[in-house]
């Protein structure tokens, strides 16, 4: 039997993936194990995420040796002790014996190539990933001291900036925005910054401590429970204005506009740029912590110097004649920018490896239409920020993977996003490999609505587990900033025409032209597109079985609303926690349970393929003929949702005949 194994990672997680070229009689799942590169020691089982013990002090996770993997790919969640260590894999299918498990007769194990979990790739890059608070039944312990799986004991738990859970959940993150800052002290030099958001305690101590070697472009934030105009950086800019720093507040106008962007440049003692760093962590706690977030650091003086003519660009034009600073104001460049020709794309630059290139893209740019006999009637066209990676996207030759915040405006036929971008490649090329994680998700399912059965594609949005069940503790998914805030795109990650986009762009057309926002293009380093595909793959992964036990319970809510009768007037009662049962039992997998790995109209074949394979095109889904599948919502839930519209519209008519009549 045909068998391989494939390890890939960045600085936090290894992914392992392994493939059989059939499936194996009696196979109950599969042990997982590691230990150092070339070393004898024994391995060490890795803890099973399927599977957990919750009796009071018990470990979260059990071992895959009690436990075992159904699945035919993995992620190994890394200590401190682990990073920057070679390690090797290995991979033992088991069968049942009694109560347990052994294994299996006749299988050899598969050991993986040594890997090292590291954020250096080569001398001119480091890329970061933090974990954020993906809902895991780990985390629910973490937070049952401070209350629950609730916001209140989430916030109770981050207040210690040396506690566990900060340190658990932001990971190699915080010194990653801190570690110019660091290197600037060392060397005598300065660094120039623009922040969006500027409210972590800590990080505001970093940059005031830089003093006047400091020079900050910081937009206004409504980003806290007031919303006021400016009121959740206020404390920030209080202390950058005491610092010394040079500090350019720039304001935009109110829910218009933000100034996005999440960007450090270091500058040496003699003024020539090094190093940028970019990404999109904001500085918050909520971007460390809670959020899903990278960053990325170039140590390419072409890539940095560009970044500091962009932050001069936008120092210069808030310091303007005739722009107030004030809420309604446009700046000087938005309103350039409106009326600009088409922008040139920007050259590629290679790094000192001369493989890696690196090009960038700043907002806002222009939204200029294209000639009228190309245009689709009434819709934009995209930015050429946006219509870059809409070309890269389209000459993807093996896979492309996404990670977004709000990638456009679902719903709307006047809006390009890249879900509708993507959707409309794959139904060109059926056989691309598209998987990704939307924390919209209303976007999530436009794309699904799009989807055919040949469609190798796939998008979920975040979701958790909603009710305490026997195995089961409920999850926190939402609380307040506990979203994929990742603007990342992967492109052919195991190519070496591979491409990674990522930084401050959520993706959306409206982002190039309204707000400040920087796109960085890397193209040709499979290292980095390896660590970031590590990373989609974790989150993808993650939520997916959350989300389809999710989508489950809302079906089932809306068709019990029909048979009820589907009055308008209870719409608004519809609760789908209440139909909320979790069909996966760990205790008993099917014995067919290899079926959909090595099933041809199954996307789990084609991941199977996937993640051990050198990049060669995969092969189109063979739908089984006379199966019906419903893609997006279901006939049920429309009506709901239409229902639901109506309510609203009915309830604020009242309110306005209301108004009206106390009006008189």
Known sequence: MAASIRVIANNDIVHIAWSLDRAIKDCAGFMISRRPAGSTEAWQPLRSLLQFDNRPGAEAELPTTVSPVTGFHWRDFLDRASRDTPLQYQVVAMRKKGAGFEPLPGFAPLVSDPITATEQIGADLEVYFNRGILSTQALVKLLAPYGGSNADALQKALDDPQGAARTRLSGELQGALLKLLAERKAIGGRCYAALYELTDDLLISQLAEAGGALHLVLSNNTGDKTKGYDNANSKGRAAMSQSGCELISRYLPDSRSIGHNKFVVLVDAAGQPQAVLTGSTNWTRSGLCTQSNNAVILRSP?????????????????????????????????????????????????????????????????????????????????????????????????????????????????????????????????????????????????????????????????????????????????????????????????????????????????????????????????????????????????????????????????????????????????????????????????????????????????????????????????????????????????????????????KKARSDDGDAGDGN
């Open 302 to 650: 072409v890539i940095a110097g560009v970044y500091l003519d962009y932050w001069k660009r936008l120092r210069d034009d808030t310091l303007a004649p005739g722009i107030p600073p004030v809420p309604k104001a446009v700046s000087a460049l938005q309103g350039a920018a409106l009326r600009a020709a088409d922008a040139p794309a920007p050259p590629f630059a290679k790094l000192k490896d001369g493989k890696t290139q690196a090009a960038v893209w700043f907002s806002p740019n222009t939204p200029t239409l294209i000639p009228d006999a190309k245009r689709v009637p009434g819709r934009p066209d995209a930015p050429p920020d946006m219509q870059t990676l809409f070309n890269a996207v389209a000459q993807a030759k093996q896979a492309v993977l996404v990670l977004a915040f709000m990638p456009g405006q679902a719903g709307n036929d006047r809006s390009w996003t890249l879900p509708k971008q993507l959707a409309a490649v794959c139904r060109e090329k059926p056989w691309l490999f598209v998987r990704g994680a939307i924390s919209d998700p209303e976007a999530a399912m436009e794309f699904e609505a799009s989807r055919t059965p040949e469609m190798d594609a796939e998008f979920v949005a975040p979701a958790g587990i909603l009710k305490n069940e026997e195995r089961w503790l409920r999850e926190i998914y939402k609380a307040g900033h506990a979203i994929v805030h990742n603007k990342i795109v992967v492109i052919d990650p195991f190519s070496d025409n591979c491409l990674v986009v990522t930084g401050s762009h959520n993706l959306g057309y409206k982002a190039s032209y309204n707000n400040d926002e920087n796109m960085l293009f890397i193209r040709g380093n499979r290292l980095v597109a390896e660590a970031y595909a590590t990373h989609v793959a974790d989150l993808f992964e993650h939520y997916r079985w959350r989300w389809y036990e999710q989508r489950q319970a809302q079906r089932a809510a809306a068709a019990d609303w029909l048979r009820q009768g589907a009055q308008v007037e209870t719409a608004d009662k519809v609760d789908p926690r209440k139909f909320y049962d979790i069909a996966f039992d760990p205790d008993k997998p099917g014995p067919d349970w290899q079926a959909r790995y090595f099933d041809a109209s199954r996307l789990a074949t084609r991941e199977r393929q996937f993640w051990v394979g050198s990049g060669r095109r995969l092969e189109a889904l063979k739908p089984v003929p006379g199966r019906r599948i419903t893609y997006g919502y279901s006939a049920a839930e429309l009506k709901l949702q239409k229902a639901k519209a109506e309510l609203k519209a009915r």
